[in-house]
């Protein structure tokens, strides 16, 4: 009796083109070829789009909208009236300094609606100056809200955290990018950044904005930026800057770096002026991609 003929092992096995392999393109052997991703396909947007410059916002994901925040307290107030438990004095508090910070969700909205405004009135383009923010709640949803409303577009670099952050709906569609690394998020908040504007806000705030500083400080930057601090009464107070000057840990030049403003319209005349001079708006813009 003839024996059975073996079937080729993988006969019928059709393979994959390896940049369409997922399993491989989530291994550590592709892990080069998804941060090179990082890198190009914001410059394609970016580029596609006709951004020029960008004026960067920083601050709180937890910083809420004045309305929501005055409902949220209106809500604890007279939740006893409704048959439920009293709000605790906790409760209260933590909604009332809610309520209070909610001032600065309506001055970067209104900051970056005035920087979209000012963009869209000069001669260098229509996206010559677009806001850019971390497409997140909170400030970078203001930032892109103002922008929203000017009738601008806007940029939002989201960041893929274990407990997920949802994009806004304020970002630009084909300006919303989604990084998996801190550190390529970091090179284009960095690269294209004119200006930077930096609200209360906590642990990504403060790392982000030490960046900034530092690779100004070093000249890292390739480029001038304005490094404006939003709200002088916080940021005084969570930082000692003079107390390193004094220590000798920096240096007056280094402290000329950081700029203070209170106000929209303060903030945005410190912008406007910097910005007019580093940029020479009178003279042809190098190209922001080489």
């Keep these: 009796m003839d024996k059975p003929q073996n079937k080729a092992r993988g006969q019928n096995h059709q393979p994959q083109l390896a940049y369409r392999t997922e399993r491989f393109l989530e291994s550590g052997d592709a892990r080069t070829l998804r941060i090179l991703s990082e890198y190009l396909l ?18 709180s994901a937890r910083i809420l909208p004045r309305e929501e925040a005055q409902t949220r307290l209106h809500e604890l107030e007279h939740r006893s009236d409704d048959g439920k438990l009293a709000a605790s004095a906790a409760e209260l508090k933590a909604a009332r300094t809610a309520l209070q910070m909610s001032r600065y969700y309506e001055e970067a909205r209104e900051l970056a609606r005035l920087v979209t405004e000012w963009s869209q009135s000069l001669k260098n383009g229509t996206h010559f100056l677009v806001v850019c923010s971390g497409g997140g709640p909170g400030i970078m949803e203001a930032a892109n809200r103002g922008a929203f409303e000017a009738g601008g577009i806007s940029i939002g670099f989201n960041i893929k955290l274990p407990s997920e952050q949802r994009p806004n709906p304020y970002i630009t569609p084909e300006l919303s990018l989604l990084f ?19 609200f209360p806000g906590g642990f990504g705030t403060m790392d982000e904005m030490w960046e900034f500083l530092t690779l100004t ?25 003079r107390g390193m000057l004094d220590t000798g840990t920096i240096t007056e030049e280094d402290l000329k770096l950081v700029r203070f403003a209170d106000t929209p319209h303060e903030a945005f005349g410190i912008l406007k002026k910097n910005l007019i001079h580093e940029l020479g708006l009178r003279g042809p813009q190098r190209r922001l991609f080489v």
């Design 217 to 241: 400080q070093t000249r890292k930057l390739g480029h001038r930026a304005t490094i404006l601090l939003y709200g002088s009464k916080y940021w005084r107070s969570i930082i000692n800057f």
């Design 42 to 59: 914001p410059q394609s947007r970016l580029r596609r789009a006709g951004v020029q410059n960008t004026v960067v916002f920083f601050g």
């Design 180 to 198: 998996r690394y801190f550190f390529m998020r970091k090179l284009w908040f960095a690269q294209p950044c004119k200006a930077l504007i930096v």
